[in-house]
């Protein structure tokens, strides 16, 4: 057989979808991070009638190429948050601002095979957008961010998507030196808001992306 890796995974995230969409998702299946922004190029956003959009930090949205693409696009206003040029309180204005945007786009820490998103933030921006106020919420969701429950979901999360995610910003927190979790006080700690998206309310407000590739931490 050939791509067996790749047929294992397309067997588990074709069993994935159907548990998203139960549970109120639109949710889109493809192979590639080149696929995932054909599809929101040409389904998700004209379907959307979206003319602002923003978005979270995540290595999977920057992966599909969106995110040149929607900051230098004339067609939507785009709310950059994570634009270098910009001091730290326009980027944290920035930050409000993008929970009213037509479109919002994110990616996930982790997804469980029941279909429940779960997230942990350092100032909840990601996670806020996911609960309320963009009007349609793109979720990034790349096969290695599958788990089998809620509780290896957090261990995942705890154990590499934090410690990496603080390595990749540079923050001058223990996991950084040690590589494990050490549930800090540091006033640097990305470890400060969980949530657990069981079903998207309204129905199809947040749209889920699957990508049969191994993307982001």
Partial sequence: MDKPIETFWDIHLRDLKIKLEKNGFDTY?????????TVVLEEILPASKARTVSWGGSETFVATGLYEILRDSEEFESLDA??????????????????????????????????????????????????FGPRNVVVFISRNKVVPDLSRAMDRIKEFAAPTNAMRLDMKTPCVKTGYCMDCNSPQRIC???????????????????INEDLGL
């Fill in 29 to 37: 299946l493809v192979e590639s991070a080149e696929d995932a922004k």
């Fill in 82 to 131: 994570w634009d270098d040029s910009l001091s730290n309180d326009e980027r944290y204005e920035l930050r409000r601002q993008a929970l009213l945007v037509d479109c919002y786009f994110s990616g996930t820490n982790a997804v469980t095979e029941e279909g429940h998103l779960v997230n942990l933030d350092m100032i909840g921006n990601r996670t806020g957008a996911l609960v």
């Fill in 192 to 210: 400060n808001v969980w949530t657990v998206t069981e079903k998207s309310f309204p129905k199809g407000r947040i749209k889920v992306v699957l």
